[in-house]
Structures are given as structure tokens and as C-alpha cells.
């Protein structure tokens, strides 16, 4: 009898914790994440999120250093299939530019942190310590993860597509959302969401999904994650 009902304490407890714990993965800003959630972290991730961020909108609610005409990497994140994700799995191998200095002129360009009055290394270190050291063991090491990000970007390319379908960056033309969806589409296939910011108006972001060989895969969800039905691209 004792020890049922102190079986009983211990789920509950369990069951607070769990939830606890998912909260805190739900956040969507992705930032301070409790460092002790290292010690439940699962090496088996399901797939990867890809994401790029347009400046341009980025930029409106934060004092940008710069701001490329152009979608920019925000990270490589691996995920679970249940929405959650790994993050800080490697304490021990803390970010290091000196392993990715042959990559730098070209992280500039691609990842730069926008927010920086120097080069991208609080953003670069951020991703790395919190998402990079999660992908093992499908990408090992600061390198392999960094390159990897940046060899995405040839083939992920939205600036490119929006320029090819007449979809030009601009503070006072808006696009139909579902226009926009469907240029992505006929590009990338069914393997990404957008996301918009300043209530849904203006296009934030776009996740791409990745299977662990790098092939697209759908998200799981619909594609426009909170966008209105016409939206700007601000330049
Ligand atoms: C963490 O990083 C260190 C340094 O690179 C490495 O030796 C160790 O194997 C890594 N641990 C795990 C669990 O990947
Ligand atoms: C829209 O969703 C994205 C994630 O997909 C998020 O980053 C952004 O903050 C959200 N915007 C609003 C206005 O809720």
C-alpha cells in the first residue's frame, strides 16, 4: 500500500517534470534553454531544420549592424519528430573560429550575424554550442557542420527564386501568401514553412526540412506557419 502510493508521488512527479521539460522546448525563440537538459540528450535525432532569415524583416524590430539583400542562414537544427530538439550535447567541445577559418570569407556572406558590429562569431558560437554539437554522428565536428550549412545554401536558395518569379523586395508591394507557397513549392517541393513576423505581415523566415542524408522531407505541418494571406518581403 506505502509503496503504491509512493509510486504514485514519483509518476507525479515525472509527469510535472515532463512537462516542465516541454515547455521549455516549445519555446519559440529557441533561446534560454535550461544547460541541465544536457544530461537527457539523445544522440538519435529524426531529421534536420534548415532555417533562413530575411534581414529585411529581421531588422525592423532589432538594431542590425548590416542587412543583406538577401535570405541569410540562421542555423541547422537537429529535431525530433515529436517537435522537440537536442540542445548543448557537448559541453566539452565549445566553439572554436580557428577550426573554420578557411570557411570565414564565405560564413560572412551567408551567416553573418547581423547583429555584430564585428564578424558572426556570437551567432556562430551560439549555433554551434547549442544545435551543431547535437549532429553527431551525422556531422562530426565544427567543420563538417559549418560546411555542411553553408553547401545547403547553393541549393536552398529562395533570394534567388523570389527574383526569378518577379517577387522583388519592397516596403509597399505585399504578395499572396499562398503565390508565395506555391513558387517555394515548385522549387523545393512540400519541405518547408514560412513564418512571418509583425503580426503576420512581413516573410521572417523560412525552415527547410532534411532528412539526415540531406534530402528534403516534409515538416509535418502546414507550410505557412503564421502569415496572412498577403504578406511583404520589406526591403
Ligand atoms: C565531445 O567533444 C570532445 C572534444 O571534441 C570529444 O572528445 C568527445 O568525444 C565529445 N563527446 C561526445 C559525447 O560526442
Ligand atoms: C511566426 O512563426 C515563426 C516560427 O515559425 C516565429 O519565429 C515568429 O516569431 C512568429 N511570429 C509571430 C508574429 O508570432
Known sequence: MRTARALGLVAAALVVAAVVGADAARDPTRSSRPRELDKTYDADFDYFVYTMTWPGTFCEEKHCTKEPRYFTVHGLWPNYENGKWPAFCNSSYPFDENEIEDLLPVMN???????????????????????GTCAKPVLNGEHEYFAKALELYDILNPTEVF??????????RTYDRDQVISVLTKSFGDTFVIGCQESGKD?????????????????????????????????
Open 109 to 131: 556572406e551567408r551567416w553573418p550575424d547581423v547583429l555584430s558590429s564585428h564578424e558572426g562569431d556570437w551567432l556562430w558560437s551560439h549555433e554551434w554550442d547549442k544545435h
Open 163 to 172: 527574383a526569378q518569379n518577379g517577387m522583388i523586395p519592397s516596403n509597399t
Open 203 to 235: 516573410l521572417f523566415q523560412i525552415e527547410f526540412c532534411l532528412q539526415k542524408n540531406f534530402q528534403g522531407r516534409n515538416c509535418g505541418k502546414s507550410a505557412n506557419s503564421n502569415c496572412s494571406s498577403r504578406i511583404r518581403i520589406p526591403n
